[in-house]
T-cell receptor, first 111, second 114 residues
Framework: GQSLEQPSEVTAVEGAIVQINCTYQTSGFYGLSWYQQHDGGAPTFLSYNALDGLEETGRFSSFLSRSDSYGYLLLQELQMKDSASYFCAVSPNTGGFKTIFGAGTRLFVKA | NAGVMQNPRHLVRRRGQEARLRCSPMKGHSHVYWYRQLPEEGLKFMVYLQKENIIDESGMPKERFSAEFPKEGPSILRIQQVVRGDSAAYFC????????????FGPGTRLTVL
């Protein structure tokens, strides 16, 4: 089967750095994506890793290690507005065009 | 450039009625995905369509659910004879092509079945 696992909740303080992990079990995929979703809102794309290593986009960075079946999203200089749910997602390359999302990590940023 | 549009934003149906959800992709995008999201859960893939073609419907329930993306007009997700378990948020997303990893999501339709 294909599945992604994320912690259900993470709490951090404003200004801090937080890492949200994503471990997966899938036979093959094109890349690992990350999306942010505020309560009642639509998911918005944050980052994508096709290759192993670190991708940096402003305060957000994402990392992928295919050999370890592991990735993470790193959020720096946390702001209150970063309180949201964060989802990792993969598109398997085993036929078909579906995208599989993790169950999401709810991030609470405290003052 | 308008984003992905979905309507209605909220839809209430009684058990046994039909629900029709519409999605207009971003301008220039010809690929549409539909997802279902239950409270406190992730998005579950339902179907992937291109203009006039269903490419991957492996996530669609075999009965009561159907989707289309006609040559002209929005993509439609149709749920016949709704049941309470169909209550969820339904999101559509669009992308320019299959090689594009970034999906642009609409605001969703919140379906409530009474």
């Amino acid at each position: 089967g294909q599945s992604l696992e994320q912690p259900s909740e993470v709490t951090a303080v404003e200004g801090a750095i937080v890492q949200i992990n994503c471990t997966y079990q899938t036979s093959g995929f094109y890349g690992l994506s990350w999306y942010q979703q505020h309560d009642g809102g639509a998911p918005t794309f944050l980052s994508y890793n096709a290759l192993d290593g670190l991708e940096e986009t402003g305060r957000f960075s994402s990392f992928l290690s295919r050999s370890d079946s592991y990735g993470y999203l790193l959020l720096q200089e946390l702001q209150m507005k970063d309180s949201a749910s964060y989802f990792c997602a993969v598109s398997p390359n085993t036929g078909g065009f579906k995208t599989i999302f993790g169950a999401g990590t709810r991030l609470f940023v405290k003052a | 450039n308008a984003g992905v549009m979905q309507n209605p934003r909220h839809l209430v149906r009684r058990r046994g009625q039909e629900a029709r959800l519409r999605c207009s992709p971003m301008k220039g995008h010809s690929h549409v995905y539909w997802y279902r999201q239950l409270p406190e859960e992730g998005l579950k893939f339902m179907v992937y369509l291109q203009k006039e073609n269903i490419i991957d419907e492996s996530g669609m329930p075999k009965e009561r659910f159907s989707a289309e993306f006609p040559k002209e007009g929005p993509s439609i997700l149709r749920i016949q004879q709704v049941v309470r378990g169909d209550s969820a948020a339904y999101f559509c997303a669009s992308s320019p092509g299959t090689s594009e990893y970034e999906q642009f999501f609409g605001p969703g339709t919140r379906l409530t079945v009474l």
